[in-house]
């Protein structure tokens, strides 16, 4: 009796749970939901299903018909990170699309047909890492699109047709992750250089803006030519693909990073205004050791936040450190406990003074050496195993017991003659036969790739010859 009553609470209460599981669990009939992905791409959607899997953490309706979203258009996806958008038919989106959404890390809108990005697009997006507008019809980006944004990586905005660009929005305090920016393959011939120049470093490091309508003048000129000089990778990667056009005429358009005589009476400015400063210094270490990289800038307040970018481990803070071996300390100092050969490369680190507003960048190139007695010690070991090979050889040749006179010698044996039979004859050949080709397809080819390596140097500005 006392069984019964307790059993039938639970199981009203299983039951309860099972159903309320199942209608948030529900799949729409044109999508593919595998775990924690619900996939409605190339569906033929004019809108998005009403029921999506509540635990939903990446959900793609790419390739479909969609024109409009609703104000809390994914309220019921608590735990949506990745949603893709890409190649509908949206021309804007209304306020509050993303509202309750604010765990988006990813988010694509590329191929559609938006046209102005409004400041109120992705208000409350502040976890969004990585933003996707290429190939859309953007004319024209608000000053405040991307304020909240502070946790953003990398956004893309190239194959669109702006004019202008709020660069004086990014700072470091603002985006202190930002280290791309694409602004490539759009339409502007004007950009306000002081605002470029302000930027973050990581910033400039990121910046591509190959293929626009650039107007060539001397300002233009001295901060494409710094960053050529720091081997910036937007500059590397797309050297042809940067011109200009001389007077506004795209007739004479000319790759100033290959034909600079244009520019021969220009003098080449400081490209980074402060307060933001740049110190290069490097460290020689070797594997193993206890390696310590301090932040010092010229900021002088006592309350600086402080944040690494390591080449190895990505960006490193107080708070996102979970590695035993690696210790980052109020004073902004980097402490690798033991540091490997894949630990060289640029460390940048990024004091901030939010009170004030200001910023500084320090720079240590790191150069991590295999131990010095490996190398040596594994030869020294190989040459030893070669010389004792060799003794042991030639003991086994000249050094065989003498044979005794008195001793009886056994008869050699009898060697049998053979006979002719075309049938064995016939069987030895193919055995061979199959051997050798048994031995040419069990070879095997080894590919070794090229090892590349990066050097930070330190750049002076200075005239240009």
């Excluded at 233009?220 to 200009?244: A, I, N, Q």
């Excluded at 009476?265 to 594997?287: D, F, G, I, W, Y």
């Excluded at 000249?398 to 053979?418: D, E, G, H, V, W």
Aim: proline share 6%.
């Amino acid at each position: 009796m006392t069984c019964a009553l307790y059993q039938g609470p639970l199981l009203l209460s299983l039951l309860l749970l099972s159903l309320l599981h199942s209608s948030q669990e529900i799949c729409p009939s044109m999508c593919l939901c595998v775990s924690d992905t619900a996939s409605c791409s190339s569906s033929g959607l004019a809108k998005l299903p009403k029921t999506l899997p509540f635990s939903s953490v990446t959900l793609d309706v790419s390739h479909n018909h969609m024109s409009w979203l609703g104000p809390g258009s994914f309220k019921n996806l608590p735990r949506l990170e990745n949603l893709r958008l890409a190649h509908n038919q949206l021309t804007s989106l209304d306020p509050g699309v993303f509202r309750n959404a604010s765990g988006l890390r990813f988010l694509d809108l590329s191929s559609n047909k938006l046209q102005v990005v409004q400041q109120h697009y992705f208000q409350g997006l502040w976890r969004l890492e990585e933003l996707l507008l290429f190939n859309n019809k953007i004319t024209q980006v608000e000053p405040g699109t991307l304020t909240g944004l502070s946790s953003l990586k990398k956004a893309y905005f190239s194959l669109n047709q702006i004019t202008h660009f709020p660069f004086f929005s990014i700072q470091d305090h603002s985006h202190p992750f930002l280290t791309m920016l694409d602004l490539s393959s759009n339409r502007m011939s004007h950009l306000k250089w002081e605002d470029v120049k302000a930027l973050p470093g990581l910033v400039q490091r990121g910046l591509y803006l190959h293929n626009n309508s650039l107007i060539c003048d001397c300002t233009m000129y001295s901060v494409f030519w710094h960053w050529d000089l720091r081997g910036y990778d937007p500059l590397k990667d797309f050297t042809d693909e940067h011109t200009c056009s001389i007077n506004g005429d795209p007739r004479s358009s000319i790759r100033f990073l290959r034909q600079n005589r244009y520019f021969l009476n220009c003098t080449v400015e400081k490209a980074v205004s402060q307060p933001v400063t740049v110190l290069l210094s490097n460290v020689l270490v070797s594997e193993g050791e206890r390696v310590r990289l301090d932040c010092q800038t010229s900021l002088m307040s006592t309350d600086l936040s402080f944040t690494w970018f390591s080449p190895s481990k990505g960006y490193i803070t107080q708070t996102s450190i979970n590695d035993t071996l690696i210790s980052l300390f109020a004073n902004g100092t980097l402490e690798i406990q033991a540091v490997k050969v894949n630990d060289s490369g640029l460390y940048v680190c990024t004091a901030l003074d939010i009170k004030q507003g200001l910023n500084a960048t320090r720079e240590v190139n790191v150069t991590v050496l295999p131990p010095a007695g490996e190398s040596f010690n594994t030869g020294y070991t190989t040459l030893l195993g070669c010389v004792v090979t060799l003794v042991c050889i030639l003991v086994y040749l000249y050094m065989t017991p003498c044979r005794c006179s008195s001793c009886k010698q056994p008869k050699p044996p009898l060697i049998p003659i053979a006979t002719y039979d075309p049938s064995t004859l016939t069987s030895a050949f193919s055995s061979s036969v199959r051997d050798e080709s048994k031995i040419q397809t069990d070879k095997h080819v080894a590919f070794v790739e090229p090892i590349i390596s990066e050097v930070a140097e330190e750049w002076i500005p200075e005239r240009l010859p």
